[in-house]
């Protein structure tokens, strides 16, 4: 017989699962350890899939880490925009009536609080 090609038919083996093909990863004995410890205590079926369990987790930790930093450095450069629109007053801020007015009624409820606690204590 002559040597040709030979069609050989695989079982799937994850089924359900988008194709997984095996991959090398370096780790040290006490990291894969806490690898098998962690699939162990989550009831997986192997290490493999603690790993990739793991492996996900960790890839979406470090995608919300760089969208809070791109977001932290946003709300940064638009507090520093909005600080030199005042100071070039481009913007206002406000009235200072208003904020005169505020601190006016913060006195008065504090005053009426005090009155109220004096009022308590006499009274017993």
Known sequence: MGKGTRKRTTK????GRSP???RSISATDPEWHEVEQFAARRGFGSTSDGARQLLRSGLRTEELVEEYAAASAWQLAQ???DAQA???GD???GSWDRIAEAAEQARV???E???AQRAVRTAT
Do not use: G, L, T
Not at 12 to 15: L, P
């Open 12 to 15: 799937s083996r994850n089924k």
């Open 20 to 22: 997984a093909r095996p």
């Open 79 to 81: 507090a520093w925009a």
């Open 86 to 88: 005042i100071a070039d």
């Open 91 to 93: 913007r206002a801020v």
């Open 109 to 111: 409820r504090i005053r």
């Open 113 to 115: 609080r005090a009155a």
